[in-house]
């Protein structure tokens, strides 16, 4: 009996859009789930007269496949992977393959791949972005692990990954060895965390100066999405702005509640960068966002005790909302700028060997990221392999200096309304400290050598020095 190409275990939405994928793209699969009855109801469904072969038991399962088993498991990150995998190892044979196509933090996948390396098996950490949606019809890929694993799965993540519009070129690339595949993952996340809540922030400007109608919303999103913000987020807000709700006949955006949940990967993103030393502000504030967005009740207390300005915005509309469309790019390309100086940080930090051109490459389609900026992200890197930052690029540059003026009305507009924009300020920060010569961190070294002999450097001459304050 002829044996199955790939397999895959965890028959949630993104594991059954996956194994319908491969089939599409003329894979034989086996799929394996602990609950037998989720399986049946696949089966009966969409992957009905596919090449796909149901089991139901991992013994089954394992025995079904050709080899070199390619398995990937999808299923919740942390302990249930571990399960998933000590339940496998003994069914394995030397050089079989396990691919996480789940969100795990980098440092599980870093110590799975030791772990079963040793047994000498294979181990894939693979970061999978592009929801439901981009698992069923072609997500951006971020394989991690060895190169010659790598090499096994290739035909397999070219076929089903998402391919550029610009080029056709596969969303899919070898990231490096490890846990790099999740971190790149993780940072992918990250700049999502970033570039949502900047839109946020852009509706609440004007939102609070304006109050444009939903269909207003509609049609300013829409029209930034035709030029240079043209991307998956813009174009699905200004989706999102047609939605009437059925019970009501209200804009359905006016009813959710202002509580921004999270799963976690933003946080790890903010976390890693304060343990590598990489500022990432924008991200760091979009998670902070979503954490106050939490405590609604607390706020709502807070809002009948506090008081913010009364002013009104009484200048020209069209002004304010071409100034809020250049402050969201603007801010966009510094979320962008500290994204990828995370990731050059961390490839030293950790041996990652890491291709930034090739990674903006691969955030081109089918990813939650998706924007025509990364195809300039790209060209930038490959102009620059060594690019220090996004922002010295000359491109980049004049990207952002052409809309300085138009961001830094926008902030303050939103400063004078009251209307909290922690984002976009950061952002702006980021620039201006990002472009400073001298910054005041001369008075936080005397600071620190006044109170704790910490030493401090001078400006005109080497070594370090420790000054007595107090004096005689």
Known sequence: MAKN???LIGLAVMGQNLVLNAADHGFSVSVYNR????TDEFMAGEAKDKSITATYS????????ERPRTIQIMVKAGAPVDTVIDQLKPLLDQGDIIIDGGNSFFPDTERRAKDLEAANLRFIGMGVSGGEEGARHGPSLMPG?????YAIIEPLVIAISAKAPADGAPCVSYIGPGGAGHYVKMVHNGIEYGDMQLIAESYAILKAALDPSPEEFHQIFSTWNAGELSSFLIEITADIFTKIDDETGQPLVDLILDKAGQKGTGKWTSQNALDIG???PTITAAVDGRIISSIKEERVAASKILAGPQTRYDGDRQQLINAVRAALYASKICSYAQGMALLK???AEYNYNLDLGEIARIWRAGCIIRAELLDDITNAYRRNTSLPNLLVDQQFKEAVESRQADWRFAVKTAIDLGTPVPAMSASLAYFDAYRSARVSANLIQAQRDYF??????RIDQPGSFHANWIGE
């Open 345 to 347: 940080t961390a490839s």
């Open 145 to 149: 692990g060895t190169r010659e694993a």
């Open 58 to 65: 991992l013994e089954e399962f394992v025995e079904s496949l």
């Open 278 to 280: 990489s500022a990432i």
């Open 452 to 457: 704790g002999a910490h030493t401090f450097e």
């Open 35 to 38: 609950t037998a009855s989720k």
């Open 5 to 7: 190409q790939y397999g």
